[in-house]
């Protein structure tokens, strides 16, 4: 994958061997105050050529998250054909008040493979049946 950034103080950070996502900062000439239930846009200074066939997902970093930082669509969809900079919208559900810093790791991108819908889609009268059938929420559970 192919990534451009504004300046290499933002490339993305894979941190352990193992990690699903590469952490993503903040990029800001001041910090960014977020006071409860207020929202923030937050650059990153990272630009993404995810290969076709493929989606980035955008989250918000569980260090951030347990302070009540959420992104305000809860996930990020970055198509692989999108070539702008990762920016996230952010909320802040807690009763404090939230500061990011210039160069602070907020956010994570995990790649993944994903069936591309154009031309995957095809419109039908019935469904295959399954054990489960129309079964929704909590009923596997039962």
């Known amino acids: 994958m192919k990534i451009k950034v504004d300046d290499i103080k933002y490339a993305p950070e894979v941190k352990t061997e ?8 903040v990029k800001s000439d001041k910090e960014i ?21 493929y989606v980035g997902l955008l989250f918000v970093r569980s260090s951030f998250g347990k302070k009540g930082l959420m992104l305000k669509n809860s996930v990020g969809v970055i198509d692989s054909d999108y070539r702008g900079e ?12 939230i500061v990011l810093n210039d160069g602070e790791r907020f956010s994570q991108i995990v ?8 031309d995957n889609i095809e419109i039908v009268d019935e469904l295959e049946e399954t054990e489960r059938g129309e079964g929704g929420f909590g009923s596997t559970g039962k």
């Open 18 to 25: 193992y990690s699903a996502g590469a952490d993503l900062k």
């Open 86 to 97: 990762v920016i996230a919208q952010v909320v802040n559900n807690s009763e404090e008040n």
């Open 33 to 53: 105050l977020i006071k409860p239930t207020e929202s923030a846009q937050v650059n990153t200074g990272v630009y993404l050529e995810i290969p076709k066939g």
């Open 111 to 118: 790649v993944v493979p994903c069936l591309l819908l154009k």
